[in-house]
Nanobody, 125 residues
C-alpha cells in the first residue's frame, strides 16, 4: 500500500500562486511515478502533471503548461506542485497519485494505483 496526503490548498486571488505538497508513506517512494490531477464539481478528473521515479520525464497538460511545475524530493518522500498565475478555472479539488509503471510519467489516470484524499484550491477574481 501507498498512503498519500495532500496539503497546501486554500483560497487565493487570480494571478496568485500556491504550492501543493503530497507526502507519501507505505513503500519506497522512489519506486513510483507520481502525478497530480484535479476534479471540479460535476466534471471528469483531469490530468495535470506527472514525473518519473527519478524526477525526469515531466509531463504537463496543455491547460497548465508554463504555469505549473511538478517536482519531487525522494529523500523527503514528497512531491510538489507549484502553481503560478492561477485562474478562476483552476478551482477544483487537487489529488496526487502514485503509479507503479516502471518507466516514464504516464499522463492518464488509468495508470495510477494509489490516490490521496484531495485538497481544495479555490481561486477568486
Amino acid at each position: 500500500q501507498v498512503q498519500l496526503v495532500e496539503s497546501g490548498g486554500g483560497l487565493v486571488q487570480a494571478g496568485g500562486s500556491l504550492r501543493l505538497s503530497c507526502a507519501a508513506s507505505g513503500r519506497t517512494f522512489s519506486s513510483v511515478a507520481m502525478g497530480w490531477f484535479r476534479q471540479a464539481p460535476g466534471k471528469e478528473r483531469e490530468f495535470l502533471a506527472s514525473i518519473s521515479r527519478s524526477g525526469g520525464n515531466p509531463n504537463y497538460a496543455d491547460s497548465v503548461k508554463g504555469r505549473f511545475t511538478i517536482a519531487r524530493d525522494n529523500a523527503k518522500n514528497t512531491v510538489y506542485l507549484q502553481m503560478n498565475i492561477l485562474k478562476c478555472e483552476d478551482t477544483a479539488v487537487y489529488y496526487c497519485a502514485a503509479s507503479t509503471q516502471r518507466f516514464g510519467a504516464p499522463p492518464a489516470q488509468q495508470f495510477y494505483d494509489y490516490w490521496g484524499q484531495g485538497t481544495q484550491v479555490t481561486v477568486s477574481s
